[in-house]
């Protein structure tokens, strides 16, 4: 069973609170090299110092893929349009739970080892994402209304995928 936690910032550590209705068992054990098998070596070394934000970064990423293979046909999973819906919501996720720095950081991090036109499509539908989840911040179902604009975003041509080497908007 997946543990959602709260975390503050104390200075410049962060404290540990369980959310309503879990009890917080010591020790807590953080098991954050699962996650390294599938991570860049830039996003490894931030993670090394942000395994809790890690962890919710990682889940984000997997119910953002989850969610663009029930809507998108395989064939545009990379570089197609549920390549872009997926880097958007992953990145509106993060948004609305991490700091702004911290979705930057996973999402650049991310992107390190790429290059060329898909890295571009990807930080720019990352971007448009993180815009997204700021904006829905503190709203009741903020993942639900963050998941729909991001959809809408691409139908709408707001996002970018990659066609023939080049950049295109989402609707095109």
């Not at 650049?108 to 036109?117: L, M, N, P």
Request: some cysteine.
């Amino acid at each position: 069973m997946l543990m959602i936690w709260e975390f503050k910032r104390i200075g410049g550590t962060r404290a540990l609170e369980p959310t309503a209705g879990q009890a917080l068992a010591y020790p807590v054990l953080l098991d954050p090299s699962y996650l390294t098998n599938y991570m860049t070596k830039s996003e490894a070394a931030y993670c090394a110092w942000n395994p809790i934000d890690c962890t919710y970064a990682w889940d984000s990423s997997k119910k953002a893929l989850a969610q663009a293979r029930s809507w998108y046909v395989d064939s545009t999973l990379y570089k197609g349009i549920g390549d872009a819906f997926r880097h958007c919501y992953w990145n509106g996720r993060m948004e609305i739970r991490l700091s702004t720095d911290d979705a930057y950081q996973f999402a650049t991090r991310h992107e390190s080892d790429s290059r060329g036109v898909d890295k571009e499509m990807d930080m720019r539908n990352n971007s448009i994402g993180r815009g997204i989840g700021r904006s829905k911040t503190g709203q009741s179902s903020a993942t639900t209304k963050v998941r729909d604009a991001c959809r809408s975003a691409q139908r709408q041509g707001k996002l970018w995928i990659t066609r023939n080497g080049s950049l295109v908007r989402s609707s095109s």
